[in-house]
């Protein structure tokens, strides 16, 4: 059973910082792209950072500079460190996993979700 559990949302006030983690099992973790989206109430789903198995990573342009994601393949663990957030960065973040086949659709996951609320 696939799991990719998210951990380390909460509340912080505006130019502040967090660290989330996304946890997974049942996958070959080193061999998943890896993803953190996020989304808010009416709005659809967007990236906000990827790193492939490889550990090529790419941001949206609105965090570049501010995001940083990386992976520990020995934890099967995935991290987003966020500083200076601001409060247009709250939003539920969500883990994602791809993997890539030759002659076989991509298995994708998602995680439960995590909330960041960026308040005074």
């Known amino acids: 059973q696939v799991q990719l559990v998210e951990s380390g949302g909460g509340l912080v006030q505006p130019g502040g910082s967090l660290r989330l983690s996304c946890q997974a099992s049942?996958?070959?973790?080193?061999?998943?792209?890896m993803s953190w989206y996020r989304q808010t109430p009416g709005k659809q789903r967007e990236l906000v950072a990827a790193i492939s198995s490889g550990g090529r990573t790419n941001y949206a342009d609105s965090m570049k500079g501010r995001f940083t994601i990386s992976r520990d393949n020995a934890e099967n663990t995935m991290y987003l460190d966020m500083w200076n957030l601001q409060p247009e960065d709250t939003a539920v973040y969500y883990c994602?996993?791809?993997?890539?086949?030759?002659?076989?659709?991509?298995?994708?996951?998602w995680g439960q979700g995590t909330q960041v609320t960026v308040s005074s």
């Open positions: 049942g996958i070959i973790f080193r061999l998943n792209d």
């Open positions: 994602n996993a791809q993997r890539q086949y030759v002659v076989a659709p991509p298995t994708i996951y």
